[in-house]
């Protein structure tokens, strides 16, 4: 099946459905389609993030705390990222009011008649912009309960032309994103002990691609029985996420999911396959998944910061010696990696398996 099917009705009477916005606003759903429901798992253990202490990194300190500061910030940033692969950043400095418009202007796009989205639904991984249902509906065999938009934002900005607004608030996000994201990944590379450009400079920065992904989950009749979005991790250096307030993100953190809002106006970061690699897999990836509610819609938006595409990733040289620090993954260009991801089911770290040399 290509596309997310109507649910009870025959295709005569219900034109094909494309997109989950338009399942959950239909009139009188009690229950979710067959093709939407995924078995819950019986040995998922859900906490909340107050019972384990998510790392908050206070940004100021990086860029303008004294020396002192900056070297515990920096030591408690790597310490964040291989206990974790998440943390929450405050004092990042991208106004609360610019956040707040581009969800909005994001909730704007998905209320649009689905025929004028319908120049977007694209159908590879590299169209500049994409929007659609599920995560990858031509390969899965369950739909995942949210519809998306996808936009290359760098090396090349691009954005859809409505609704009106999109433009100008996404670029100004995406600009103030990728600073704070190159300033981390310096605090990253200078505690694993390697040169603080080293990143920006192997990778490519500069031209690294960036890929906003705003998620949008409708209420959903009966959300024990679908998923959001599975367990995955992402495929960058760095992910971005902020959303309207609502809970269903949930990070995978010593066997359990935690339940992660993050305290207003922060933004929240994960480790991505691509810094895994770098970092011989010192820093982990960290699995995450979306789940849904049955009240009101939830909107996140995903931030990539990633490698230039035509950048091969590979373990950081000075991070290997012959004696006990081997490469613990293979070489990879960037833009593969996306192809070999758009070509599979969002499940787990089955990307990262395919380079992986031996598990750490
Ligand atoms: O909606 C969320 O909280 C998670 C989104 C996500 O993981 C992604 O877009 O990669
Ligand atoms: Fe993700």
């Not at 008649?113 to 169209?127: A, I, N, Q, S």
């Not at 081997?326 to 070999?340: C, D, Q, R, T």
Request: negative net charge.
């Amino acid at each position: 099946m290509d596309e997310p099917a109507s649910l009870h009705a025959s295709p005569t009477q219900i034109p094909k459905i494309i997109s989950i916005k338009t399942i959950a606003e239909s009139p009188g759903l009690t229950s979710i389609p067959i093709t939407y429901t995924f078995t819950p798992n019986p040995h998922d253990q859900v906490v909340s993030e107050t019972d384990e202490s998510l790392p908050v990194i206070d940004y100021s300190l990086l860029t303008s705390g004294t020396p002192d500061q900056r070297s515990k910030i920096i030591d408690h940033l790597g310490k964040a990222c291989q206990d974790w692969g998440f943390f929450m950043v405050i004092n990042h400095g991208v106004p609360e009011s610019l956040m707040g418009s581009l969800i909005d202007t994001c909730r704007g796009f998905f209320d649009l008649p689905e025929e004028e989205k319908e120049e977007y639904r694209g159908k590879h991984v590299l169209d500049p912009i994409r929007c659609g249902t599920s995560f990858n509906a031509s390969v899965e065999k369950v739909f995942f309960w949210k519809d998306f938009l996808k936009i290359l934002s760098h090396p090349v900005f691009h954005s859809p032309s409505k609704p009106a607004g999109f433009r100008e608030t996404s670029l100004e996000y995406s600009k103030k994103a990728r600073e704070v994201a190159r300033e981390l990944l310096k605090g990253i590379s200078e505690n694993l002990g390697l040169e603080a450009n080293y990143i920006e400079k192997a990778l490519n920065l500069e031209t690294g691609l960036q890929v906003m992904a705003a998620n949008f989950y409708p209420p959903c009749p009966q959300p024990e029985l679908a998923m959001g979005m599975p367990p995955h991790s992402d495929h960058g250096l760095l992910t971005f996420l902020i959303h309207n307030g609502i809970s269903g993100l949930q990070v995978q953190h010593k066997g359990k999911w935690v339940n992660i809002n993050g305290t207003p106006n922060s933004i929240l970061v994960n480790v991505g396959d691509h810094l895994e690699i770098v970092s011989n897999g010192k820093h982990k990836s960290v699995l995450h998944r979306a789940v849904v509610n049955n009240k009101v819609t939830r909107i996140s938006i995903a931030t990539v910061q990633g490698p230039s595409l035509d950048s091969v990733v590979s373990p950081a040289p000075e991070l290997l010696d012959s004696e006990r620090n081997a490469p613990n993954y293979f070489g990879i260009k960037y833009k593969e990696y996306l192809e070999l991801q758009q070509s599979s089911n969002l499940d787990g770290k089955c990307n990262l398996d395919r380079v992986r040399i031996r598990a750490v």
